[in-house]
């Protein structure tokens, strides 16, 4: 085992001169360095585990060399002890001589005390056994076991061509799905049952979303892949967010606008009957006199409907019918045709009450979240076809691409051995 660790120590140099890249160039250096250095730093611990090894070894080989020899005597000595009590046995004890009886004591005491000489051997070699066994364990339970995170990266080197291919057959299923929304979205009459559709669709693209960032982080964490796909898949989740949060608020926006519509509605009742006060006091003074004729009362009380009618207009209270939207405010309002219908309704109502801060500020809210809903979609809609149109392609071979463009991505594309325990506990140097 030391001739090993020796042999691995001399690998060990090669490799460090290797990483040191003198007289490397061209593209495959950097990642030849990479490696060099990463084995040189795993066989470091390998030759550090074989000389402890060896030590340990060497130890018990010694043990078991002095029991051997212990046992050996104490058989030697069990043997002449057994040939001389053996004959004498056989005899009966009357017709012993001294002599004869004498040789039995002695050889039968020699025997008990060959016996305990061997057991005493034996139990020596047992417990020098568990102690340099348990201490060889111990060199064993270190970083060099396969850890989770080294069997993860592992299996994800051995892996990474068809999981690179899968993510990217993922990603293009998720811009078509997209792109499908939108269409469904713009058309005027589009069926029940496909707006439906579309919506699991999305909700799935977006699950595949959050799944193929974390495949991507593993992958680029593990070396497999590049740190570009990562950013690109957070791009990715912030519009998509960004996008949710404000649909929500472009929904709660025109609920408030509706509202202080509402409001303004009431408000301008109650202005429009305090303007007829007076008028309406004269009219019912004189509806009291019971001597006015017949013609004269049904005029006055045509005055108070022609005044109730002239508050009620003065309400405008909002129409509760969807607005029609156009394929472009669709498109305008980020692709979602809630969003557009919202926008269109809020501004409706802005219009019949300009003379209402409530309404005005509600309908700023709106515009302000449809501005960022419609920014999410451009920026994460250009993101994405702009990398499946520059990058390169795992199933499309003869895909137009630009070399510069999938350079910079692979530039990113590194060992994150700060993450990885093999290579953050004591490797020698």
């Known amino acids: 085992m030391t001739d090993t660790a ?20 061209g593209d495959y250096a950097d990642a030849l360095q990479d490696g060099a250095d990463r084995l040189r730093d795993k066989l470091g611990k390998v030759a550090d585990r074989y000389e402890a090894v060896a030590v340990k070894v060497s130890a018990w080989a ?14 030697r000595a069990a043997t002449a002890a057994h040939d001389i009590i053996t004959p004498l046995d056989a005899l009966p004890e009357a017709d012993l001589t001294p002599t004869q009886k004498s040789d039995l004591d002695h050889a039968r ?61 993922i990603g293009w299923i998720a811009t078509v799905v997209a792109i499908a929304a939108v269409l469904i979205a713009c058309a005027p009459t589009a069926p029940a049952w496909l ?41 990715a989740i912030l519009t998509l967010r960004m996008g949710k949060a404000a649909e929500q608020g472009v929904t709660a926006g025109v609920d408030a606008t ?49 005044m109730d009618a002239k508050a009620r207009a003065a309400a405008k209270y909002p129409s509760q019918h969807e607005p029609e939207v156009s394929a472009a405010e669709v498109l305008r309002a980020g ?10 309704a809020s501004a409706h109502e802005s219009a019949k009450h300009a003379e209402s801060s409530a309404v005005q500020s509600a309908d700023r809210d709106v515009n302000g979240s449809a501005v960022k809903n419609s920014a999410a ?29 999938g350079s910079g991505k692979d530039s990113f594309k590194f060992h994150t051995s700060w993450l990885d325990p093999d290579l953050t506990t004591g490797a020698p140097n």
């Open 109 to 169: 005491a020699s025997l008990i005390r060959a016996q305990a000489a061997f057991d005493g051997a034996v139990g020596d070699y047992e417990s020098d056994a568990r102690r340099l066994s348990g201490a060889i364990e111990d060199l064993l339970d270190d970083s060099l076991e396969d850890s989770c995170w080294s069997w993860t990266s592992n299996l994800l080197e051995r892996n990474a061509a068809w999981i690179n291919e899968a993510l990217e057959i």
């Open 195 to 235: 707006a439906l559709a579309a919506s699991w669709a999305i909700a799935g693209a977006e699950a595949a979303t959050y799944g193929t960032a974390l495949v991507h982080t593993a992958l680029a964490a593990t070396g497999n892949g590049t740190w570009a796909d990562v950013g690109l898949d957070v791009v």
């Open 6 to 25: 020796i042999e691995i120590r001399t690998q060990i140099t090669r490799l460090r001169a290797l990483s040191d890249g003198t007289g490397l160039k």
């Open 335 to 344: 692709g979602s045709r809630e969003t557009a219908v919202a926008k269109k």
């Open 377 to 405: 979609f451009a920026v994460g809609t250009s993101v994405d076809l702009a990398d499946k149109s520059a990058g390169n392609s795992e199933i499309f071979a003869s895909k137009p691409s630009l070399d510069a463009y």
């Open 258 to 306: 509706r509202v202080a519509s509402r409001q303004a509605a009431k408000d301008a009742v109650s202005a429009a009957r305090a303007e007829q006060s007076g008028a309406r006091q004269e009219i019912a003074r004189e509806l009291r006199n019971r001597s006015i004729s017949k013609p004269r009362r049904q005029y006055l009380q045509g005055q108070l409907k022609q």
């Open 62 to 75: 010694e043990a078991v060399e002095d029991a051997q020899h212990q046992t050996a005597a104490a058989h």
